[in-house]
């Protein structure tokens, strides 16, 4: 009999990274015929814990005066809420903080450790079929996982998150926070001007314009696109040739080569040239008036049309998948 | 009566003229003596061999001035009376010198009549005419390649001038006064001595010649005496430098033993080889260089023509400040940086234009290159682009960071013969791909288009596909020879064990490097660029092209291809086999003249960070002929331009840009007993 | 004197083309169709060691792999790079080693050396991604930790690191002696070589430790990891055709967008 605990890092209100965590951890549960424990590490207030309930958990351990994130405190909270619940199933968010005290926690624990996985199933004899990309994502490994503790983190948006359940409650437990003095303290923290997105090469999205767009001004309908979905600005060649944007932003075998999760590219004809900068890309999707464009080669959704007709329709239609979606 | 004249008519003390022309000498020997030796501490350079290849190379460019003719015909031909005019009028001193000082009299008879008499005049005056031209040219049209102006320039033509015009008084005065029988073989003095009669008479004509000719001998004097303080040294060291010229392969650079070399590359001038230091001395600042560089048209930190001079300027102040320490490696380069900036290196793209244009064979891209050498290889310094390529070049063999193609892509689903598939399969010809034919997809294309149209003309060829590696082209022209003979070596191994002779690229890069630089790493094979294996197989009537909807078509020259290669026929033939085909030149600009696409010397992975685009630059001649295709014959180019003309195009008439084969395949495609792949 | 140990593995070019990448069934692994390089988050955690060192001055450079007799060319690159000092590990005295053991063995050259104020490796290797050794280094020489570092400087007696975030990046301010990952930003792109110095890596001598040397039974530094049974690795099937969105309008072409990207998992 396994017991699966989903340990969260909450980095302020309920979000979908938790959500995320939590429907593992749930479904896993399912699986395996046991229940989710989910361990709140740092602060929380009572409607985070509504939410976990809603997604799934059955209890639900906090830690009574844990502060801001640090990885030894955190880590030792961690391993004390795993033994509070003699878990031997845990689950962590790919995040940052996720990854930096994941394999500490397992390797403590005596658990095998898997990081950046993107399936999970398990099945009632407590075996654990975990996936998990390899060699650049070119190929998928699939390990088997009998018996022993094990710690997984699940890839950021390999999970949709599942059904809520309004209003289920469950078992909430508070342990002490460990004392230690650690050894190392986070003196600042920045976050990137979120006006001009992540930088170009570490963007998940990409909205790229090229000379079809036509001016400097219309670059606006991509910044727009580009904040609704979290990504960056990018440009062809031609585009920062023009001076409508800066060159900073152009992407191409001599400009910045980008591998992102989505590559929306707008009026771009795709000459060899931009190609080598989005060879990268996992998904590219072309919005061009030209059908024979060669950008439709490497594009695995295309959309033949006028880019001033279909971008506002876009927005409209992404406005509302995310009002649906969060 | 024979024919002739007195010598020292009119003129008593005669040895002070031996005396002042001693110290002529004496001061012209110093200074020619200085710039011996600032020469001599360059290194060795083999320079003498091929004595009559050399000299006949050196008559058709004095003699006829044919490199000057070819694009400036004004300026060439009166530069042309300016030469003549110069060696002509010193013979006939020379004449004068062998007949009294040495007692061989031979300025007598008919030959004082036609040659030291009426030649003289003739060139004489022509010599005049071409020094008002001169000075309108610098001082009334005043072309940008000629500026700033330097007083030396002025004060030049000027001497030349007065010395001329003294002569011709000289002349008159000597007619008019010795009642010379023959003064009207001498057309020019005649007219000027009877001029001069009658506003002087007897008397004030014998003492204006007189103080004419000691006037003239000074000026005279002074100018050999200046020689090798001003830019007249190239009186000498032009025809020098021309005879001096390199004669190896145009399209390979100085080979560097690498294990044996101390300092790589040039940081130092007496790391030169002496017959670059000789060139900075040849240059005459006449600026052609400048007119065709793509990077000086497009406003980048080069000029070659100042590249030279800097050089110049810092030769002669380091050898005035004399002695010099010895070199210490770890020392800072007192050239790279402080006299030749970095940016100016990195602003080149090796296109030779400036060795093509310059009418005395300055060599302005091997110094380039050597000077790269010494920030890559020793400083490890380069543009922020080149990190990757350099990085790509090193661990996966093509200059394409961050690639994810695959050099079998392009003939996945066409029947061609792999050499590691079918080891032991003859073949006539390697069709060497390239990186760019194999991986970037629109030239992929066109190595496709060559591929069908050989199965289509029955030519028997093998790839090497994933053995292939970069022929080293790219990191030789960014100065690291190391990474080029890394990979030459790597890629002659492959040749060596499949047995290659005869290579097929569509590269010019690829051909100039595996023709031109090969051989120096031991590697010899017979080299064909496309276009010229193409037109072959259509001159032999094994490929038939119908006509096709090609329009009109400009072919853009690519540098590699034409002035490394001397290839300009067989592409343009190539076209014209097209039967409705309409061929457009850019006027000027064409063939030996073509303007770089901004694709060399490493720019074809390189952002241009100051000034124009140089492809823009290209595309816009390209356009103005109103072509509807530009056929190009190199990866880079197609790349450079299909861009460019995308840009300089007004909306709707952006031509295409086609590889020639591509052109070829698609009017072999309209011959349906030739469809390629039957 | 500041000692940095900087451990880097050679693997299969994580840039060989799609299209040439093979698995190699029998050995549950990809084929060697391409050329092995070092491990790209690798070769910034040396460069960031390089630049540390610039800037305290005194400092010596370690560079350790762990790997098959090919991985010496790994280290001369380091060494080429102006690594001080370059230690192989052979690979072949610990069959099937995994992330432990590797955490193990590591740690028990690292224990032959002079005291490392800090160690660095790569965020993950390119290969398996595993992103465990350092983190279990930390534990087996119970230091503290921190991942995805972009840049570091001396400050007193503890180390401040420029470390990735999410949304940006922060300022932490570690205890020496410390253990660290190392993600990839502009300012740690690995430098190139001088050609000089690559020629010196070459003709350097560079030592290779055996189980014995570093007094490990191979078959003890197994840990959890190796109890995982790898049941199918294979490449997943990926449609490269275009799929052309159609509508009657653009409102109804961009709703299908929509749902094919959410489809996609990308929105």
Known sequence: ?326 | MTPTREVFFNIRHVWVMYALFAVTLAIFSYGFCRHWQRWSRGLPASRTDRPWQRLQGLLRQTAAHDRLLKRYRAAGFFHLLFFWGMVILTAGTTVVFIHNDLGIHIMQGAFYLYFQSLTLNIFGALFIVALLAALVQRYVARPSRLKPDHWQDGLILILLLTILLTGFILQGARIQLTRDPWGAWSPVGNVAGSLLARLFGVDGLRQLHLFTWWFHMALVFGFIAWIPYSKLMHLLTAPANIYLRDLEPRGALPLLDIEKTEALGISRLEQFSWKDLFDLDACTECGRCEVNCPANISNKPLSPKWLILDLQKASRAEHAAAPTPPPNPEEPSPLVGPVIREETLWSCTTCRACMEQCPVMIEQVPKIVQMRRHLVMERAEFPDDLQGVIRSLEARGHPYPGSSASRSDWHKDLDVHVLSDKPGQSFDVLLWVGCAGAMNDRSKSVTRAVAQLLQAAGVRFAILSREEKCTGDPARRIGHEFLFQQLAQENIATFDRYGVKKILTSCPHCFNTLRNEYPQLGGNYQVIHHSEFLQELVASGRLRPEATALGKVVFHDPCYLGRYNQVYGAPRQLLDSVPNSQRAEVPNWSARNALCCGGGGGFSFMEEKTGTRMSHNRSRQLVSTGADTVAVGCPFCMTMLEDGVKTVSPEGQTPRVLDIAEVLAQAIMQNPAQEPGR | ?267
């Open chain 3, 1 to 267: 004197m500041l000692h940095l140990v900087v451990c880097l593995k050679q693997i299969l070019d994580p840039e060989i083309p799609p299209a040439d990448f093979k698995l190699d069934p029998s050995a549950q692994r990809a084929a060697p169709t391409a050329s092995l390089v070092a491990s790209i988050f690798d070769e910034n955690a040396l460069e960031i060691a390089l630049q540390l060192r610039e800037k305290v001055g005194d400092a010596r450079i370690t560079a350790i792999s762990l790997g098959p007799p090919s991985a010496v060319d790994v280290l001369r690159k380091a060494l080429s790079m102006r690594a001080d000092d370059a230690i192989l590990i052979r690979e072949e005295d610990f069959p099937g080693i995994d992330a432990h053991g590797c955490a193990r063995v590591l740690a028990a050259a690292i224990r032959k050396l002079p005291p490392a104020d800090l160690i660095l490796c790569g965020r993950e290797t390119g290969d398996w991604h595993g992103g465990l050794v350092a983190a279990f280094l930390a534990a087996e020489f119970d230091r503290p930790y921190t991942n995805f570092v972009a840049g570091i400087t001396k400050e007193g007696d503890h180390f401040h690191l420029r470390r990735q975030t999410e949304d940006g990046w922060e300022i932490v301010r570690s205890a020496a002696p410390a253990v660290i990952t190392v993600t990839n930003d502009d300012h740690n792109l690995p430098r190139i070589p001088k050609v000089k110095d690559n020629m010196m890596a070459f003709r350097k001598q560079i030592p290779a430790w055996t189980a014995s040397d570093l007094g490990l039974v191979p078959a003890s530094v197994a840990g959890p990891n190796s109890k995982l049974e790898q049941s199918r690795l294979y490449v997943p099937v990926v449609d490269r055709k275009c799929e052309i969105i159609t509508g009657d309008n653009a409102e109804a072409k961009a709703r299908q967008l929509v749902e094919r990207l959410a489809a996609l998992q990308v929105i």
């Open chain 1, 1 to 326: 009999m396994r017991n699966v605990l989903a340990i969260l890092i909450p980095a302020g209100a309920f979000s979908r990274t938790e959500a995320e965590t939590i429907t593992a951890g749930k479904s896993l549960a399912a699986q395996l015929g046991a229940d989710l424990s989910v361990g709140i590490l740092g602060p929380s207030d009572d409607s985070f814990a509504r939410e976990c309930f809603a997604f799934g958990a059955k209890s639900l351990t906090r830690v009574e005066g844990l502060a801001a994130y640090q990885s030894e405190a955190y880590s030792a909270a961690a391993q004390q809420i795993a033994a509070s619940v003699a878990a031997d199933v845990i689950l962590f968010p790919s995040t940052t903080y996720g990854l930096e005290i994941a394999p500490g926690v397992g390797y403590r624990l005596g658990a095998a450790v898997i990081l950046d996985c993107v399936g999970l199933i398990g099945d009632s004899s407590g075996n654990l079929t975990i996936t998990k990309p390899v060699y650049g994502g070119k190929a998928n490994s699939e390990l088997i996982a009998r018996q022993g503790p094990v710690v997984i983190a699940m890839r950021m948006r390999s999970v949709a998150p599942g059904e809520k359940q309004d209003g289920a409650t469950g078992e909430i437990n508070t342990i002490p926070a460990p004392a230690l003095s650690p050894r190392t303290q986070i003196l600042e923290h920045t976050t990137e001007d979120t006006g001009s997105g992540p930088k170009l090469e570490d963007a998940r999205v990409i909205i790229s314009g090229g000379r079809g767009l036509g001016n400097k001004e219309n670059f606006v309908h991509l910044e727009e696109l580009a904040r609704l979905l979290g990504g960056s600005v990018g440009a062809s060649r031609a585009a920062c040739d023009q001076g409508w944007v800066p060159a900073t932003l152009q992407i191409g075998q001599t400009g910045k080569k980008v591998a992102p999760d989505l590559y929306l590219a707008v009026g771009i004809s795709g000459a060899s040239q931009h190609l080598v900068g989005i060879a990268g890309a996992r998904h590219i999707v072309a919005i061009n008036k030209d059908a024979k464009a060669p950008i439709f080669q490497v594009a695995a959704l295309g959309v033949v049309d006028e880019w001033q007709a279909l971008l506002p329709k876009l927005v409209v239609a992404l406005t509302e998948h995310k009002a649906r979606n969060s």
